[in-house]
């Protein structure tokens, strides 16, 4: 009688699932490395030596000038009235 032989979706999912759990262990353990490093303290010398900023999120050039217009200001407004008027033009069509 023949053996039955494995199809090869089975073995590629086999495969699969030994990668992903080779690269979940990885990370975890990368995972438990950093909290160990965050509850000792010593990745906070980086944060606690740097000088404080008026804007943490983004630093600020004097002689950049502040952008002007609002959400849909430049060209971005031409892309969107050109789509409202194809959309338009298309809804008329189909009458």
Request: net charge negative.
């Amino acid at each position: 009688m023949a053996e039955a032989k494995e199809s090869w979706a089975s073995g590629f999912m086999e495969n699969t699932m030994d990668i992903f759990g080779k690269v979940a262990g990885t990370y975890l353990e990368y995972e438990r490395i950093q909290h160990g490093v965050d509850a000792s303290g010593q990745s906070q010398a980086q944060v606690m030596n740097q000088p404080e900023k008026e804007n943490q999120v983004t630093q600020l050039n004097p002689q950049q000038p502040a952008p002007k217009g609002g959400l849909l200001a430049g060209p971005q407004m031409y892309y969107v009235m050109g789509g409202l008027a194809f959309v338009g033009l298309i809804l008329l069509a189909k009458k």
